[in-house]
């Protein structure tokens, strides 16, 4: 199984992102996806996550409203519209599979992990 994320970069405070990731070796459509991040000398912290229709999502307080998270099953793709970013949501940006159909927020619940995208949103 590979996950594949992109769309990170340098944006400026108030600026916009989306960042997308492509899974491959699994059947996409039966699992549901997070995101996670983590900035440097931080824990990895949920950010949002969608069910496996795309019918249920759940999102960290600190990304309500700014963040978007969406899935194209044709497409094997899990993305994360993120607007209004902030200084603070600078971080490597991690995609990850869940082991079942819900939205999860807990780490040990995704067992396949991206190799990360940076965001870096300048002040």
């Known amino acids: 199984v590979q996950l594949q994320a992109s769309g990170g970069g340098l944006v400026q405070a108030g600026g916009s992102l989306r960042l997308s990731c492509a899974v491959s070796?699994?059947?996409?459509?039966?699992?549901?996806m997070g995101w996670f991040r983590q900035a440097p000398g931080k824990e990895r912290e949920f950010v949002a996550a969608i069910s496996w229709s795309g019918g249920s999502t759940n999102y960290a307080d600190f990304v309500k409203v700014r963040f978007t998270i969406s899935r194209d099953n044709a497409k094997n793709t899990v993305y994360l519209q993120m607007n209004s970013l902030k200084p603070e949501d600078t971080a490597v940006y991690y995609c990850?599979?869940?082991?079942?159909?819900?939205?999860?927020?807990?780490?040990?619940?995704?067992?396949?992990w991206g190799q990360g995208t940076q965001v870096t949103v300048s002040s």
């Open positions: 990850a599979s869940s082991r079942g159909v819900g939205p999860s927020r807990i780490i040990y619940e995704h067992d396949y």
């Open positions: 070796g699994r059947t996409f459509s039966r699992y549901g």
